[in-house]
Nanobody, 119 residues
């Protein structure tokens, strides 16, 4: 299973950006999907998650500004980021838990996409 993230880039403070992350490979089912981020000199932190049933969870830092969603038919997770702040600058990583077609469960990380918010 491989994850392909896209949508990062440079955006001004107050602007919006939408990240996408698609899973490809021998997938039987995908359970939880999530986004994490890592700013320079900081540890990777949780941003948002969504279960297979659509239940969502957000970090306090992004609650009310970011929205996570998923398209199960496309094995894709999205992160709509609004009202961006310079402190949102980070590399954003998608993450998911999945079962492959050999019925083996695993955790998978995407390679990351850079989001830079200018003040």
């Amino acid at each position: 299973v491989q994850l392909q993230a896209s949508g990062g880039g440079l955006v001004q403070a107050g602007g919006s950006r939408r990240l996408s992350c698609g899973a490809v490979g021998s997938i039987f089912s995908i359970n939880n999907m999530a986004w994490y981020r890592q700013a320079p000199g900081k540890q990777r932190e949780f941003v948002a998650s969504i279960t297979s049933g659509g239940s969502t969870n957000y970090s306090d830092n992004v609650k009310g500004r970011f929205t996570i969603s998923r398209d199960n038919a496309k094995n894709t997770v999205y992160l709509q980021m609004n009202s961006l702040k310079p402190e949102d600058t980070a590399v954003y990583y998608c993450f998911l838990t999945a079962v492959d077609r050999t019925y083996r469960a695993g955790n998978y990380w995407g390679s990351g996409t850079q989001v830079t918010v200018s003040s």
